[in-house]
Structures are given as structure tokens and as C-alpha cells.
């Protein structure tokens, strides 16, 4: 017994040692967040004003990116939201390569940190989006997603490409929408740092938010199937392409609306996410 108890010790000193490196990736991947939670937010608002007549517009990310550029100090903000995706994206991939959340290995497991690598190549691209803006380099047209289809078909094997991609992204869409409708979110939340109202938003948004996100994802990873299938780059389309075809459809109006609300609360919950998520590595 008393042999043990020096190698537990050394056990828990490795451990503690493993999940104390390089702090600052934690509290940039917190920042990341909180910079997701703000752009969406933002195309949440845009796209309920598009809902209602008020001027907004059914657009993603870039979109609304070129919005916070003709605001006040918006090269300003644009800087704070870029440098705060790159956090993001370096909490995604650390996310998907070192596990830290113990996603396993397993089929599920495996779709879900391929699903985190897509992510922070996706933000990745934004958050370069937003400093070019920032900059006044000009930014995307929002065609982005056509102009990266259109390269991966001319590659051999480009199609199925595009169709393990579309897969992933439903795959990870429908992740999250049933993460959002069981709840099973809170876990990723140290609750006992929260007050009650705290909680108690974080579990309201987080559903509502997560089952609205999911179904988008499900939807853009439906497209660049779609792409796969007709070889036509034209085929495929980001988030701003799906509100528009939620539009589109009977009821249009309300079913964007109710889209639209989600992703502002999808919104709000990113920005608890980043102040409250456990995290294995750093401070």
C-alpha cells in the first residue's frame, strides 16, 4: 500500500503536469468563443431583420464581417474578431488531434474531431477574412465555398472529396442538434463556477441555439453532397446560402425567423462557452 502510494503520486503530477501546458492556448481558445459567439450573433441579427423587412440580410460569416467593417471603429472590432478566431481555430485543432475532451477513437469519435479539423479550417479562413478587412485589403465576395469546390473537382478523387466533407458536416450538424435537444451540452460547462441565471441562459440559448446551428450545418453539408453529385461547384453553399433557401420555402418567413433567433442564442451561449467550458490544457 504504502509502495503505491509514491507511483499515484507521480501518476497525478504527470497528469497535472500533461493538462497545465502552454496556459495561454486555453485562454485564447476562450477568446475564440467569444469571438464565434459575436459573429454569429450578428448574422442572427441580420438574418431576423432579413425575416421581417427591416433591411437585413440573409448572409454568413463574410457577410457579416462587411457589416462590422461599416461600422464605428470597425476596423477595430474586426481586429479583435480576427485575432480572436485564430484562437478558435487553434483550440479546433488542438481539440481534434489531442483529444482533450476524450472523444475516443471510435466511428462517432472520429467524425466529431474530423468535424473539429473542418472547423478551424473553415475559421480559419475567416479569421484571415476579417484582418484583410481589418487592414482594408478588401475581403471574400462570399463566394468562397463555390471557388473551393470548383479547385477540389479538378483534383482527382475531387468529387468524393467534396462528398466525405458533406458527410462529415451532417454528420457533426446532427451532433449538435441532438446535443441541443437532450441537453447534454451542460456537461462541457463547470456549473459550480455559474450563478443560477447564468445557468439557466446557457442551458435556454445552448438549445435553442445548437439545434438551430445544427440544422443549418446539416443543410450546407447537404449541399456540397449535392456538389459531389453534379460535379457542379454551383451546387454548393455556406451558411448564408442556407438561410436563404430556408426562405424560400413555405412558411419561409418564419422558418428563417426561428433560424435566425437560434443563431443569436447560439450567439449568446458561445460567449458563456468561452467563460465557463471545462478545458484539459492551461489555465
Not at 467534396?162 to 456537461?187: A, N
Request: one cysteine or more; aromatic letters at 10%; proline letters at 2%.
Amino acid at each position: 500500500m504504502q509502495a503505491s502510494r509514491p507511483v499515484n503520486e507521480a501518476r497525478q503530477k504527470a497528469n497535472k503536469a500533461k493538462n497545465e501546458t502552454k496556459p495561454w492556448i486555453r485562454r485564447f481558445g476562450r477568446f475564440g468563443y467569444m469571438a464565434q459567439g459575436v459573429v454569429y450573433g450578428l448574422i442572427g441579427v441580420l438574418a431576423l431583420m432579413a425575416a421581417f423587412g427591416s433591411g437585413g440580410q440573409t448572409t454568413g460569416q463574410s457577410g457579416a464581417l462587411q457589416s462590422v467593417a461599416n461600422m464605428p471603429f470597425g476596423s477595430v472590432l474586426l481586429w479583435v474578431i480576427g485575432i480572436g478566431l485564430i484562437g478558435y481555430v487553434v483550440w479546433e485543432i488542438v481539440k481534434c488531434f489531442k483529444d482533450p475532451e476524450n472523444r475516443g477513437s471510435d466511428a462517432k469519435g472520429i467524425i466529431i474531431r474530423i468535424g473539429y479539423f473542418i472547423s478551424g479550417i473553415i475559421y480559419g479562413a475567416i479569421a484571415f477574412n476579417a484582418i484583410k478587412l481589418a487592414i482594408g485589403s478588401g475581403g471574400s465576395d462570399g463566394g468562397g465555398q463555390q471557388t473551393l469546390s470548383a479547385k477540389l473537382l479538378s483534383q482527382p478523387f475531387g468529387q468524393w472529396i467534396i462528398g466525405i466533407v458533406g458527410v462529415v458536416i451532417i454528420g457533426y450538424g446532427l451532433y449538435e442538434f441532438i446535443s441541443g435537444y437532450k441537453k447534454t451540452f451542460m456537461s462541457k460547462f463547470k456549473t459550480s463556477e455559474m450563478n443560477q441565471q447564468e445557468t439557466k441562459i446557457a442551458r435556454k440559448a445552448g438549445k435553442m441555439g445548437l439545434m438551430a446551428r445544427g440544422t443549418v450545418l446539416a443543410m450546407v453539408g447537404y449541399f456540397f453532397i449535392q456538389t459531389a453529385i453534379t460535379a457542379n461547384p454551383d451546387e454548393t453553399k455556406g451558411l448564408g446560402g442556407a438561410l436563404s433557401e430556408l426562405a424560400q420555402q413555405p412558411y419561409g418567413t418564419w422558418l428563417l425567423a426561428l433560424v435566425a433567433l437560434g443563431l443569436v442564442l447560439y450567439g449568446i451561449y458561445s460567449i458563456i462557452r468561452g467563460r465557463y467550458e471545462h478545458m484539459a490544457l492551461g489555465r
